[in-house]
């Protein structure tokens, strides 16, 4: 069997390419006021990017340019790092508890290099090759943003409103504090409550070692610290891009990977933006890139690929780790994938689809692969 090429592929207009010649028609009327585009997109630091992120990464710089280019407006890429991701996982007592990324590397439990490299590596290469620039914002840094912690105050005063839309299934809004002594966050926040009083958000939860603890986050400050899961995340994000439209005069995108859309944009983040009061022509203009696939249609996935190899998914395994795929067909690798990325950029038809990792594969360079992909 050979593998699919570009050429070989029948593009379907589909769904919002119908509408659009150019993914820049769905930012022009939020940006007609704007002095710059600001995008920002997110990833968890939970390892070596495989090439489903590295080609997420490449198509929101690549859009980044696009639109630079058709507005006339400077643009920057702003990269949430998400080190709040779990880096390690306990069970105690029947409840599931985990310590961050971060914190395991400030206490010297994780290598910070391990688990930044691969991603600095990709904005680096990307950022140059394109000449859009890049921040990378890490999470302790975005909790305490102000919009972020207005937003987390206004879901905390009104949990009953929000419990459906970022916790349909069991109602618990899972905004987690962590032991002032050993760091356990409880993942299932089976013990948490949630509070407020004038200006502060009050997380009470308990240890299953050091007993009963209060976090208070300060609204308008800096102190305390909490873990948002992925729903009041993304629900806070929304609120600080509407707010990032005054902060920086910007047209503010947020870039993510298409499982994003769809119905987590309808149920989550949709009808939160409106019980928050933020009027539709403020929310950022929302775009999704390709989804990369595994053989079984399911999104190409790291964690599944950690846990089960490949009886998960028969794929080489540079496709799953950055360094290796460098190591193996080197810098071409990233410039095959930039090649591809690009055009996603320029249709829409190319944009508002997925694609398989055997195609990502089959665009690799020749003369460096030793590996039979397909
Ligand atoms: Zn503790």
Redesign the pocket.
């Known amino acids: 069997m050979t593998s699919p090429t570009a050429r070989e592929l029948i593009f379907a207009p589909v769904g919002i390419a119908h509408l659009t010649d150019s993914a820049t028609d769905l930012v022009r009327a939020a940006a007609r006021d704007a002095a710059r585009v600001r995008v920002t997109t997110a990833a968890q630091l939970n390892g070596h990017p495989h090439v489903g992120t590295v080609v997420t990464v490449m198509c929101v710089f690549a859009l980044a340019r696009r639109f630079a280019h058709d507005l006339y407006l400077p643009a920057e890429v702003v990269f949430d790092a998400l080190d709040n991701a779990p880096g390690q996982h306990l069970d105690i007592d029947g409840d599931h508890y985990v310590r961050t990324v971060a914190d395991l590397i400030d206490h010297g439990d994780l290598d910070r290099a391990d688990r930044v490299s691969g991603f600095t590596r990709l904005l680096d290469w990307t950022s140059r090759r394109c000449s859009i620039g890049y921040q990378i914002r890490p999470y302790h840094e975005y909790q305490q943003a102000p919009a972020v912690r207005e937003c987390l105050y206004r879901i905390a005063s009104r949990l009953e409103e929000f419990r459906p839309m970022v916790a349909p299934a069991d109602g618990v809004v899972r905004i987690r504090p962590r032991?002032?002594?050993?760091?356990?966050v409880e993942k299932s926040a089976h013990h948490l409550t949630i509070s407020t009083s004038h200006g502060a958000v009050h997380l009470d939860s308990r240890?299953?070692?050091?007993g009963a603890?209060r976090e208070t986050i300060d609204i308008a400050g800096t102190s305390g610290w909490y873990d948002a899961n992925t729903a009041v995340r993304s629900v806070q994000k929304g609120y600080l891009l509407a707010a990032e439209r005054d902060q920086y005069q910007a047209c503010p995108i947020s870039i993510d990977g298409a499982d994003w859309g769809g119905a987590w944009h309808a149920h989550v983040l949709a009808p939160a933006l409106a019980t928050l009061d933020i009027r539709p022509t403020r929310w950022p203009i929302s775009l999704f890139t390709p989804l990369i696939l595994d053989r079984s249609g399911g999104k190409l996935s790291k964690t599944l690929y950690v846990t089960y190899g490949r009886e998960y998914a028969d794929l080489p395994e540079a496709l799953m780790n950055l360094d290796l795929l460098l190591e193996q067909y080197g810098e071409p690798a990233l410039e095959a994938l930039w090649s591809e990325v690009t055009r996603w950029a320029e249709d829409p038809q190319r944009l508002h689809r997925a694609y398989t990792a055997d195609y990502l594969a089959a665009l690799l360079p020749a003369a460096a692969s030793n590996q039979r992909i397909a």
């Not at 240890?207 to 050091?210: A, L, R, S, V």
């Open positions: 032991c002032p002594q050993c760091w356990l240890c299953p070692e050091h603890y």
